[in-house]
Nanobody
C-alpha cells in the first residue's frame, strides 16, 4: 500500500503564495505519475496539475497555468505544488494522487486514473 501525506495548506490573502508538499511512504516503488486535484464546497473535484514519474512532463489546468508549478524530488518521494498569485477561487481542499501504472508519459486528468489518494489539505484564499 502507498500512503500520501499533504502539507503546506493554510490561509493566504489574494495575490499571495503557498507551497504544498506531498510525501509518499510505504510501497513507493508503485508511485509513478502524481497529480493534485482540488474540490471546493459545492463543486466537483477538478484536476489542477500533474507530473510524470521522471518529471519530464507536466500538465496544468487552464485555470492555474502560469501561476502554479509542480515539481518532484524522487529521492525524497515528494512532489510540490508552488502556487503564486492566488485567487479566492483557488479556495478548496487540495489532494495529492498517485498513479501506479509504470512509466506513463502522459499525465491523466481524471481522478479515477489514480490508485492512491491523500487526505487533502485546505487552502483558503481571502479577498
Amino acid at each position: 500500500q502507498v500512503h500520501l501525506v499533504e502539507s503546506g495548506g493554510g490561509l493566504v490573502q489574494a495575490g499571495g503564495s503557498l507551497r504544498l508538499s506531498c510525501t509518499a511512504s510505504g510501497r513507493t516503488g508503485e508511485v509513478y505519475t502524481m497529480a493534485w486535484f482540488r474540490q471546493a464546497p459545492g463543486k466537483e473535484r477538478e484536476f489542477v496539475a500533474g507530473i510524470t514519474y521522471n518529471g519530464a512532463n507536466t500538465n496544468y489546468a487552464d485555470s492555474v497555468k502560469g501561476r502554479f508549478t509542480m515539481s518532484r524530488d524522487n529521492a525524497k518521494n515528494t512532489v510540490y505544488l508552488e502556487m503564486n498569485s492566488l485567487k479566492p477561487e483557488d479556495t478548496a481542499v487540495y489532494s495529492c494522487l498517485a498513479d501506479s501504472r509504470a512509466f506513463r508519459e502522459v499525465v491523466g486528468t481524471r481522478s479515477n486514473e489514480y490508485a492512491y489518494w491523500g487526505q487533502g489539505t485546505q487552502i483558503t484564499v481571502s479577498a
